[in-house]
């Protein structure tokens, strides 16, 4: 994430390599990188899996991904990107397969004349991990804490306690550096540029704190269902899914400390800060501050949406949320007081990511009534998908003889910046390919992430929800979300 270097020769392997992460979005951000020159002179990227491939028939799979899912086509470079794909066909869960990893490692070694750094990225079902995870461990190579890394991806366990068990467990096979535990928001460039506002300039930080700021969005909605997904999604949840994770993890780039510099540790020790700092709701809290909602039957974007209870792998009674809002609260001095609103769902009117800083009215009205008819409080808002800019809100004199105030916008568009932005996991997989920790979580972060949400599962998976389904396809989610926010005065804002 900081200056980034070529990294050194390398392997990668890709358990799941037949799956369709890898499919979707793997190969096509490794190919990005090569074509982009990031990729060292020396690596392979060897898809594992229990599917009968060929490493031809394997990179013509892959091939196809590039070409639907990648921001560049596989082109003339295709092919000389694919003489470093290969293919291993073995069983994750066979100890005895795992010779053929130790013997394709000692392969290269030879050719390259230099041990290579080794990255395992598990892109398989929660269920695999533990074993696989064993596995990896008993090879030689693994105690090398410095050449070899496994790559976890999220789910990281299903509550806390599952989540202590797996880090017990990694931290028993492998170091604390060697773990990269992935949360895809962390890789996406307007998340890390939050960062890099905040730290980079003077003019936020004196501001930045419950004296200035009224209160903060975090909203993360989607006008997707499940695309297929209905046992995960029964085993987990709006919460679960979005919100222990990727939620948690912009607040705490928008409420941390200043980081002392960019050392991995240093940034992930004030991250872990916030997520201490955030208030475990008891019962009646969860009541007050939350909201879960499920749609129903309906219609978005013009087309036909069947009701959640109804979509394969879904109980007819289901109590799973597929969206979830709260009120957070930061006990320490920079935010006591100030509520940060979150809100995230399937099957909603828009695609939009993005962050609201709200800030407070100035302390004194200096001008007539008339005058600030169209007066507006300060926002920044934080567009982090589809739209990819900042823009700040301030108050200017309407041009004419008479004094009135208009409200006005700086905007900041990333995509008259430059350079096309890389994609979250072109970004996360360099990071892991050089070693460089501070995009992924530390296990203690994931705990006490987890912590947070704990109350809010135990309460709802105790209480049934009785108006279940509560909002329609193509809308913006309950009505209760709107209480939610409006009761303190405010209202959700949706960027357009
Ligand atoms: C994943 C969730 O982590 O993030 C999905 O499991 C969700 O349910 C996805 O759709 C959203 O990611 P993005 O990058 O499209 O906002």
Not at 266 to 284: G, I, M, P, Q, T
Not at 359 to 378: G, I, L, Q, S, V
Not at 417 to 437: M, N, Q, R, V
């Amino acid at each position: 994430m900081s200056a980034k270097n070529h990294p050194p020769a390398s392997i990668l392997f890709i358990f799941g390599g037949s799956g369709d992460l890898n499919h979707r979005k793997l190969t096509p951000a490794l190919f990005n990188l090569f074509l982009d020159e990031w990729m060292p002179e020396q690596f392979i990227i060897a898809g594992i899996g229990r599917s009968d491939y060929s490493d031809e028939s394997f990179r013509d799979h892959l091939l196809e991904g590039v070409n639907k899912f990648s921001r560049r086509k596989g082109e003339e470079k295709w092919s000389e990107f694919s003489q470093h794909v290969a293919y291993l066909q073995m069983d994750g869960d066979k100890s005895s397969d795992y010779v053929k990893i130790a013997d394709f490692v000692k392969e290269k070694s030879e050719k390259w004349e230099t041990p290579p750094h080794v990255v395992f990225y598990l892109a398989v079902a929660p269920q695999l991990v533990p074993a696989i995870a064993n596995n990896l461990g008993k090879l030689d190579m693994c105690a090398d804490k410095h050449k070899t890394r496994i790559v976890v991806e999220k789910p990281f366990g299903h509550d806390l306690k599952s989540a202590q068990e797996l880090n017990t467990q990694l931290r028993s096979l492998f170091a604390e550096e060697q773990i990269f535990r992935i949360d895809h928001y962390l890789g996406k460039e307007t998340v890390q540029n939050i960062l890099a506002m905040r730290f980079s300039n003077a003019l936020f930080e004196p501001l930045w704190n419950r004296n200035y700021i009224d209160h903060v969005q975090i909203t993360a909605i989607e006008t997707v269902g499940l695309e297929g997904r209905g046992g995960y999604f029964e085993q987990s949840g709006a919460l679960r899914d979005m919100v222990q994770n990727h939620i948690l993890q912009i607040l705490c780039m928008i409420a941390m400390e200043a980081p002392v510099s960019f050392e991995a540790n240093e940034v992930r020790n004030k991250n872990l800060d916030v997520l201490n700092a955030l208030r475990r709701f008891s019962k009646e809290e969860v009541a007050e501050n939350t909201v879960r909602g499920q749609y129903g039957k309906g219609t978005n974007k013009g087309k036909d949406v069947t009701a959640y209870r109804d979509e394969k792998g879904v109980a007819k009674d289901s109590n799973v949320e597929t969206y979830a809002a709260a009120r957070f609260f930061i006990d320490n001095w920079r935010w006591q007081g100030v509520p940060f609103y979150v809100r995230t769902g399937k099957s909603l009117k828009e695609k939009e990511t993005h962050v609201i800083i709200q800030f407070k009215t100035p302390p004194h009205n200096t001008f007539p009534t008339e005058a600030a008819a169209n007066w507006r409080p300060n926002r920044m808002t934080i567009s982090i998908q589809p739209s990819m800019d900042i823009r700040i809100r301030f108050q200017v004199k309407r041009p004419g003889q008479t004094m009135n105030l208009d409200p006005a916008e700086m905007l900041f568009d990333y995509n008259s910046a430059g350079d096309h932005a890389p994609e979250a996991y072109e970004t996360l997989l360099l990071d892991a390919l050089e070693g460089d920790p501070t995009l992924f979580m530390r296990g203690d972060q994931v705990e006490a992430a987890w912590e947070v949400v704990m109350p809010i599962l135990t309460y709802w998976e105790k209480h049934q929800a009785d108006d279940f389904p509560n909002y329609e396809p193509g809308s913006w989610g309950p009505d209760k979300a709107d209480e939610l926010i409006n009761r303190d005065d405010r209202e959700w804002v949706n960027v357009l």
